[in-house]
């Protein structure tokens, strides 16, 4: 499975941004991280295929930040709301087809088998 995320940019506080991640095959599972400089990369949300749109997030982005999907292109877009400059990092999406994986959370890198390559989001003060 080859992922392509896209859509990061510059933005001021308090702006919007949405990304895109492409897949090229139908993935059961499709997450967000992020990866600020100095820091371990982190979840942001994610969102599943079967599962009538179940979706999780951080707290840190929960009201902020919308998971979603369209199956029919196989993308997950992550539509980032009241942007802080916090928010600063390199986004990663990444991706598993597996339904479940046992004792292993959906807000855990291990959980995911296939990851995107990147996009920045700078948000300024």
């Known amino acids: 499975v080859q992922l392509q995320a896209s859509g990061g940019g510059l933005v001021q506080a308090g702006g919007s941004l949405r990304l895109s991640c492409a897949a090229s095959?139908?993935?059961?599972?499709m997450g967000w991280f992020r990866q600020a400089p100095g820091k371990e990369r982190e979840f942001v949300s994610a969102a599943m295929y079967w599962t009538g749109g179940i979706t999780y997030y951080a707290d840190s982005v929960k009201g902020r930040f919308t998971v979603s999907r369209d199956n029919a292109k196989n993308t997950a877009y992550l539509q980032m709301n009241s942007l802080k400059p916090e928010d600063t990092a390199v986004y990663y999406c990444a991706a598993d087809g597996r339904t479940y994986l046992s004792g292993v959370s959906y807000s855990e890198r291990r959980r995911y088998s296939y990851w995107g390559q990147g996009t920045q989001v700078t948000v300024s003060s």
């Open positions: 095959t139908p993935t059961y599972a």
